[in-house]
């Protein structure tokens, strides 16, 4: 299985990118990860919330294969302890998914039809954070993850 966390802007804080780093790193030794990120939408003065979501979604949409499996970062969307989501992954691969996309959108969330798209949502926190803060909350959870499905000691319960 192959897993890519699709964002939506650059992330510009030095702190944010050495974290994400951090992890990208560490996830190498046990899954082949992809993190890419769409450009930002230009001229949001001009456009409402409706047509930057709209935009967004066009260029998300774009790099979306039919046999992907989307999950999207939403705030509406399922909770997972660190092991339920160790577990949902395992699954995952048990079940031969190929390719799991996770998506963080962009400052108003998603348009409707990137939730027709996708496969299911999850949420990190009741809490709201910063999109460049969920990128580094989610790289550590998913390298958290793996280390708990390897029996490593980094998670403690």
Do not use: W
């Given at each position: ?31 082949g990860f992809n993190l ?122």
């Amino acid at each position: 299985m192959k897993i890519t966390l699709l964002v939506v802007g650059k992330t510009e804080d030095k702190y944010l990118i050495e974290g994400i780093d951090k992890y990208l790193k560490r996830l190498k030794h046990y899954i082949g990860f992809n993190l890419l990120v769409i450009p930002d939408v230009k001229n949001t003065k001009n456009l409402t919330e409706a047509q930057q979501k709209t935009k967004e979604a066009e260029l998300i949409l774009k790099q979306l294969s039919n046999l992907d499996t989307v999950i999207l970062m939403d705030e509406k969307g399922k909770k997972y302890t660190s092991i339920l989501f160790s577990n949902y992954l395992n699954k995952q691969m048990i079940g031969s998914v190929q390719h799991l996309v996770f998506i963080i959108g962009g400052p108003y969330g998603f348009d409707e039809t990137v939730y027709q798209r996708a496969n299911g949502s999850m949420s990190l926190s009741d809490m709201t954070f910063s999109h460049q803060m969920v990128r580094l909350f989610f790289v550590e959870q998913l390298y958290r993850a793996f280390s708990i499905l390897k029996g490593e000691p980094y998670h403690h319960e």
